[in-house]
């Protein structure tokens, strides 16, 4: 038996099938989504079409700290607001959004896009460490803030990075223990995020 429902328009189909692969969207909520958006004024859905498809072509790294971004460098390295001397180390962009969003942090960043995992055979060839190295021989900061998560992942992360950066001459520190294990940057609330980052302790 067939368990596709034949009556569904193959444009309905696709849609469906489409938006179940994004992450958190099951089969239920894709499908409620695709009939919202069938519903849903033209402009909706055309705006919503032009921003996934722009998203792509728009935005690249930052060359600097490899954050998304639409302009090389990005905002918050071109800023001139911003504190030079901390270079805050995150797994991903969206870490520095939940950083940005405690108001706490005005120093600069710097995206690893992933975290030493030997398990899935990822080295740290595999993450922006060189680059990171590069930036700080260049321009040393007075302090390094690891802020990678929680997990096993990101504290061997800190830990090698702590052992590459220390000689150079630059406090390292990590984030508070505050953040329970196993917690991953992008979901931590901003009370607790903004202890961990007050908080911070030497390595
Ligand atoms: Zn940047």
Do not use: W
């Amino acid at each position: 038996m067939n368990h596709d429902i034949p009556s569904t328009a193959e444009p309905i189909r696709k849609l469906i099938q489409e938006l179940n692969k994004l992450p958190g969207i099951g089969p239920k909520s894709a499908q409620r989504l695709a009939y919202y958006l069938l519903r849903a004024p033209d402009e909706q859905s055309s705006l919503l079409a032009d921003a996934i498809s722009s998203v792509k072509r728009q935005v690249t790294l930052c060359s600097t700290c490899f954050n998304v971004t639409d302009s090389d460098p990005c905002l918050i390295c071109a800023s001139e607001e911003r504190d030079r001397s901390n270079i805050c180390i995150v797994e991903q962009p969206q870490d520095i959004l939940a950083l940005e969003h405690t108001r706490i942090y005005q120093g600069l960043y710097h995206v690893l896009h992933g975290a030493i995992s030997p398990t899935e055979g990822i080295g740290s060839d595999d993450i922006r460490i060189k680059e990171l190295l590069e930036r700080l021989t260049s321009s040393p900061p007075d302090e390094v803030i690891l802020a990678t998560n929680t997990n096993l992942e990101g504290e061997q992360t800190a830990m090698y990075l702590h052992r590459l950066i220390s000689p150079l001459g630059i406090k390292v520190t990590r984030l508070a223990r505050g953040l329970p294990f196993g917690t991953e940057l992008e979901y931590a609330d901003d009370v607790t995020l903004t202890r961990a980052l007050e908080e911070r302790q030497e390595f």
